[in-house]
């Protein structure tokens, strides 16, 4: 039986369509795909993403044990600062994609991850920990729920006294929301997973619903709608963001997924450090494109993508773009094919649809 | 929900019906909210002749691509190419102006169809 969120009830009654995923009972849909995703790039749109995990590492040596386990350089973060990273493994293929943040006493470390790789996560992360540092799975306590979109901010300040205006991007604040007040997790992260500008709220679990239902009241005047996993990966797709399990996994390393950027190789030594040094400096086999389909045809994970015939690689996530109005897809393929190619064709079910090649951030919100 | 007295259905979701001498075919409200948000119809060429259960075209949403059946047999007479540009018509009106085909010398023989309570029944058993 798949797990439920502390806020499963919200969702039957709000009448979701659930899926499963990552081993969780999830809203796939409320009012509609296409609806949920336009009210976020429009106004906003609540997501309960509450299947993400949490580790919390403390102790002296909290630091040194997250800059061996992540390619990204932490040592670099100021308390209450996060940034995205990967994990990887001795060969440099990614074990997972993270958010580690700094905490607000800029001594434990959090670690955010996915919900289907989160035992695997914490098995990996304890079988390598080292000197004073202790490990606790925080995921079934804590709710993450995510006001995204351009009137987010407005909507999340009617509830706190945090000065959200000066909470910079990737960074966190611990504030008193909702009138609930919970020093110990409730935390307010200038993050997303939509490519809008927003925030993601930790709160003890048990109080998931009565934050729920708070931030539902304050949007409905500014348009705000719950929103589900369908638009979240459309969103997502449409701003760049990958998708562990689908978009990379342990057969791919991080420069081949166009996620080199997360990679320090100067910051000391790293799980996948040597490795990664290797496969950088013989340059990768393959590379992460991304395409735009001339038509309204969906390209989908597994679809061959061809070169004058020829396969060269194979569809990573497609989607249909509602900003664009075309179908939009990430790719890996053999990087060599592509160089100075502008044009690819991808196989949709015998069916050869054109795509251009374009950079795999479709969507860029305008910023003021 | 419009009157469907004249309508009869698959167990693929498909629908056909003959109304003023004109036999149409499409997909239902059923399937359509299964769905979710419609994007894309691939859609047979005029004077295509079918079979009853032969594959027409494929429809696709966000969420999946799903092959559409043939209810009954006969020569495509006609496709809504309405859906090309407004393909969500599909999902605002499954039984009207989201028809896909219009079929001439429609062939029966072959076919297994249900009638609207038989239909009805079949949904509300998933």
């Given at each position: 039986m798949a797990l439920r969120t502390p806020l499963y009830h919200r969702h039957l009654a709000l009448g979701a369509r659930m899926v499963e995923f990552g081993g969780y009972d999830m809203p796939l849909q409320y009012s509609g795909i296409r609806e949920e995703h336009l009210a976020v790039r429009h106004r906003a749109g609540l997501f309960d993403i509450s299947h993400m995990g949490e580790v919390r590492f403390g102790g002296a040596d909290a630091e040194a044990n997250v800059q061996q386990l992540?390619?990204?350089?932490?040592?670099?973060?100021?308390?209450a600062q996060a940034l995205y990273s990967v994990m990887c493994n001795?060969?440099?293929?990614?074990v997972d994609d993270v958010v580690v943040a700094r905490g607000l006493d800029g001594k434990h470390i959090i670690v955010t991850v996915n919900a289907a790789t989160r035992s695997k996560d914490v098995a990996w992360m304890r079988d390598r920990v080292f000197g004073d540092a202790n490990i606790t799975d925080l995921s079934d306590e804590i709710a993450l729920l995510a006001v995204q979109g351009p009137r987010a901010i407005d909507i999340v300040a009617q509830l706190t006294d945090a000065d959200l205006d000066r909470l910079a991007p990737f960074h966190i604040t611990g504030a008193m929301i909702?009138?609930?007040?919970?020093?110990r997790v409730s935390v307010i992260s200038?993050?997303?997973?939509?490519?809008e500008d927003g925030v993601e709220i930790s709160i003890d679990a048990g109080r998931a619903e009565r934050l729920w239902d708070a931030l539902l009241e304050a949007g409905a005047a500014l348009g705000m709608v719950p929103a589900g996993l369908g638009a979240r990966d459309t969103l997502r797709l449409e701003a760049g963001l990958r998708l562990y399990g689908q978009d990379?996994?342990?057969?791919?390393?991080p420069y081949s997924a166009g996620l080199?950027?997360?990679?320090?190789?100067?910051?000391?030594?790293?799980?996948g450090g040597d490795a990664l040094r290797r496969i950088k400096e013989a340059g990768p086999a393959r590379t992460t494109i991304g395409l735009r389909l001339e038509g309204r045809n969906i390209a989908r994970h597994g679809h061959d993508v061809l070169a004058d015939g020829r396969r060269i690689g194979s569809v990573l996530s497609g989607t249909f773009s509602f900003t664009l109005g075309s179908g939009i897809a990430i790719a890996l393929v053999d990087r060599e094919a592509i160089t100075g190619r502008t044009s690819v064709d991808v196989d949709i079910r015998g069916n050869t649809a054109p795509a251009v090649i374009v950079p795999t951030k479709f969507y860029r919100r305008a910023t003021t | 929900m419009p009157d469907l007295s004249s309508y009869r259905f698959t167990s693929s979701h498909e629908w056909v019906a003959t109304v003023d001498g004109v036999t149409r075919v499409g997909i239902t409200d059923y399937a359509q909210a299964q769905l979710g948000d419609v994007i894309f119809l691939e859609l047979p060429d005029v004077d295509t002749v079918l079979r009853s259960g032969d594959r027409f075209g494929v429809i696709e949403s966000v969420k999946a691509a799903s092959d559409l059946y043939a209810p009954v047999g006969g020569?495509?007479?006609?496709?809504?190419?309405?859906?090309?540009?407004?393909?969500e018509t599909v999902n605002s009106d499954p039984y009207g102006e989201g028809w896909m085909l219009q079929l001439s010398?429609?062939?029966?023989?072959a076919a297994a169809l249900l009638d609207e309570a038989a239909y009805t029944g079949l949904t509300e058993g998933h």
């Open positions: 992540v390619t990204n350089d932490i040592s670099r973060l100021d308390a001795d060969d440099g293929g990614i909702a009138g609930i007040d919970d020093s200038r993050t997303g997973y939509t490519g990379m996994d342990e057969t791919v390393d080199g950027w997360t990679v320090k190789l100067d910051k000391g030594d790293f799980i | 020569r495509v007479a006609k496709v809504n190419t309405a859906l090309t540009d407004a393909p010398d429609v062939d029966e023989s």
